[in-house]
């Protein structure tokens, strides 16, 4: 079906140019109206819905309605809308339905490409770097980070989607002071900063590997607890228990600072005449980037500040030749978003290529009450802990839920449902009962599933129920291009539920399987088949398991 929004946007302008060609009234560009083309609210009202008459009618003083009229007369004209019909509705929107016929050709396609469907080509976007998690090696990932994980793993699979050449990395922040306070944690010292099960465990270890003559400095003990906490409880959490796979991890102390990645990036900054000295300290003017002041590089002691390590791991990036930069940052992080955007851009980076996701903070509640666990990492919940006692798939789902913009509520109780009260298995259960669908089909039919397929012409949707689960596929390719655009993931669990429905209701009013009707069967089973593409691939994207069988 392709973009169909683009589509009715491009007829739209034309028909609002002809309209005022014919008139003798064309409008300058700055005069030209800007609208949407949505999809509806209400189902009845159609696929896709413009308010363009509504925004002509401000610069016209005309009434919309009108306008609506005299552009949906253009519109009938129009061969790339022969397979929509059109309709005008008060007080002025332009309201779009795809014909049977139409709808017929989507449930072909999907049957025809499987889990290709929806699926583009891009060419033209360049490399792209999506970072996330992006933790602290000083202790296990929290709650937190696994809504930004699971978000940016999302996110990464629906750019591969829809042909962008993305690759995805975890920078490990393994230079900075917080090496030494996880030294001096380890040791017990009076500069002990970090505190739990986890640090006890790491105390014994080095007490058992060290023996007494072993060195006692912070920065060592720090470094050796840090590699360990990668490798256990960041890294085996990352890839075995929340199914994520980055391309890279990237060692800020050996990657970037011992690479001389920060002396070449203040070196470049300096020869373009974006630093100056003041009090002994080297700034760079972050003021000219947008940022509210400038930021220190180099301390009067000669010191490289931690901005000064983002300059060499941007320089890094570009050098890879990456030119466009996604992060997905917690939302403590805000402050520092300015000035990460001043210095890219200082690096070379267009500025509209460099976009950040900030993500909210997740809290446990049962019953209304917040939800304490052990305190493994001292006071924190780690993933860890929330896997071991909610499945994976529903942490994953019920943090993909939200726009990572607002603060949540993980509904404990919702959560350990293993009914269909949960959407997760809500979800799963739709595409279960798709697959036992296609297993009677062989059983009692006698059909071989496997290379069922059927034409255009077979398809015939007389049914308000096959319509609807038909027009809701329809949209998968748009949610998926809608949420690279916003980078915004949380419409695929909500499209993924709104599917459920739609199978659920067509399924509870019209017989799939009957044997004195073939034709039939043969129709509603390619709709079947087309609703377990679509809702396999959605699930895929979010990394959720998709079960033949519960």
Known sequence: MGNMKELLQSALKDAFQSLFDEGGKTLSCEGEPSFDVTFPKDDSHGDYTSNIALSLARHLKQSPLDIAHRLEEQLSKDNRLRQFTIEVVAPGYINFSATPEMLAGIVAEICAKKNEYGAQERNDHGKILLEFISANPTGPLHMGNARGGFFGDTLSRILKKCGYDVSTEYYVNDAGEQVAKLGHSVLKDTEAVYGGEYIDDLGKRWARQSGTSSTTDPRVVGAWAGRIVLEEYIQKTVSERMGISFDDFISEKNDIVEAGYVDRAISFLKEEGLTHEEQGALWLRTTQYGDDKDRVLIKANGERTYFASDCGYLLHKKERGFDRISEVWGADH?????????????????????????????????????????????????????????????????????????????????????????????????????????????????????????????????????????????????????????????????????????????????????????????????????????????????????????
Not at 394 to 403: A, D, G, K, P
Not at 461 to 487: D, G, P, Y
Not at 531 to 536: E, I
């Open 334 to 550: 805000h402050g520092y978003v300015a000035r990460f955007h001043a210095a890219a851009e200082a690096l070379g980076f267009a500025r509209d290529r460099v976009t950040f996701t900030l993500v909210q903070l997740v809290r446990l509640v049962k019953n209304g009450q917040e939800v304490r666990m052990s305190k493994r990492a001292g006071n924190i919940v780690t993933v860890d802990e929330l896997l071991n006692r909610i499945d994976v798939d529903v942490v994953r789902f019920f943090f993909l839920m939200y726009s990572p913009d607002t603060h949540m509520n993980f509904d404990m109780g919702l959560a350990e449902e293993r009914s269909q009260k949960n959407p997760v298995f809500y979800v799963q259960y739709a595409h279960a009962r798709m697959a036992s669908i296609f297993r009677k089909a062989e059983e009692e039919l006698g059909m071989n599933m496997q290379e069922f397929s059927v034409n255009q012409e077979e398809i015939h949707l007389q049914n308000s129920k096959e319509i609807l689960l038909v027009r809701h596929l329809a949209k998968f390719s748009e949610v998926l291009c809608s949420a690279v655009e916003t980078s915004t993931v949380h419409q695929l669990p909500q499209y993924a539920i709104r599917l459920a429905d739609l199978f659920h209701s067509f399924y509870n009013e019209c017989t799939v399987l009957d044997s004195g009707n073939m034709p039939v069967t043969r129709s509603r089973l390619a709709l079947v088949g087309a609703t377990k593409n679509v809702l396999a691939e959605t699930l895929r994207l979010i990394g959720v398991s998709v079960p033949e069988r519960m």
